[in-house]
């Protein structure tokens, strides 16, 4: 597999274990939280949360080493048992064996929805205007970064603790926009061998339309660039009728590529 594709995905499948990582003792048995390693797929579990794809997804699966039909009944048993009823298995375009689509299909789950991958390089971010202010914030806000961040991920109430947490790791730079002192919107970094994974960009419903989302994510590109980052990656949801992809439009408009669309699959 190429290196690049490689990359990706281990950013990506860093981000989610510093997550759970980041989560107290207290956190971690109120949201039922999780980390199970099946083959070379890592299991993010959250009984606690049990519709929620965020928390409950499965990422790798037949990227680092070919993937077996008793790995997919594992990682299906586990979520069985978890109580949890939706959930993602991202499978990477490029996964490997052929017959693993099959074998997802034959263990009751469907494609649904995929997400798409982008990259970018460290050229400069563009200006977008916004009457938002962005900052870079640290523990007295994080809670507030939580709760936003909670909201726009529609994870309940107990997962605000979680992604506050991540102000107290050292790989990961949170940021928020703010409309006067009032918080706005939140964006968060993850850098690791100096490749930028985004993440957890959220706006509260009372501050959207004023072009928040773009500039954090602008905010948070200079940042990695600034950091020495080189390869910048994120994700989000593929592009489908009907949908107004505001996500999707701000990503490229600071200056990302699409680099892959990696098909989901979830129970029936």
């Known amino acids: 597999m190429d290196e690049l594709f490689l990359t990706?995905?281990?950013?990506?499948?860093?981000a989610l274990a510093e997550l759970h990582?980041?989560?107290?003792?207290?956190?971690?048995?109120q949201l039922g939280l999780?980390?199970?390693?099946?083959?070379?797929?890592?299991?993010?579990?959250?009984?606690?949360?049990?519709t929620n794809i965020v928390l409950n997804r499965t990422i790798g699966l037949g990227v680092e080493a070919p993937a077996t039909q008793d790995a997919v009944k594992t990682i299906v048993r586990l979520y069985a048992q978890a109580g949890v009823t939706d959930y993602f298995i991202h499978l990477h375009p490029h996964s490997q064996p052929d017959e693993l689509r099959d074998w997802l299909t034959q263990a009751g789950l469907s494609r649904t929805r995929g997400w798409m991958k982008f990259q970018r390089d460290n050229a400069p971010p563009p200006h977008l205007q916004s009457d938002l202010e962005v900052r870079r914030i640290g523990l007295t806000q994080a809670e507030a970064f939580g709760r936003i961040a909670a909201q726009?991920?529609?994870?309940?109430e107990a997962s605000v603790p979680l992604l506050a947490a991540l102000a107290h790791r050292p790989d990961w730079y949170l940021f928020m926009s703010f409309d006067g002192d009032t918080p706005a919107g939140t964006g968060a970094l993850f850098i690791q061998d100096n490749v930028a994974w985004t993440d957890w960009g959220a706006t509260d419903p009372a501050f959207r339309r004023r072009g928040g989302q773009g500039v954090v994510?602008?905010?948070?590109?200079?940042?990695?660039i600034d950091r020495g980052c080189e390869l910048l990656l994120t994700t989000t949801g593929e592009e489908v009728e009907g949908d107004p992809q505001h996500s999707y439009k701000n990503i490229l408009k600071c200056g990302f590529k699409?680099?892959?669309?990696?098909?989901n699959y979830s129970p029936v």
């Open 8 to 14: 990706a995905e281990r950013i990506e499948r860093a």
């Open 21 to 29: 990582t980041a989560a107290s003792e207290t956190t971690r048995e």
């Open 34 to 50: 999780r980390l199970e390693t099946v083959g070379s797929a890592l299991v993010s579990i959250a009984s606690a949360e049990p």
């Open 152 to 156: 726009g991920f529609d994870i309940s």
């Open 217 to 224: 994510l602008c905010r948070r590109i200079q940042e990695a």
């Open 258 to 263: 699409e680099s892959y669309l990696r098909e």
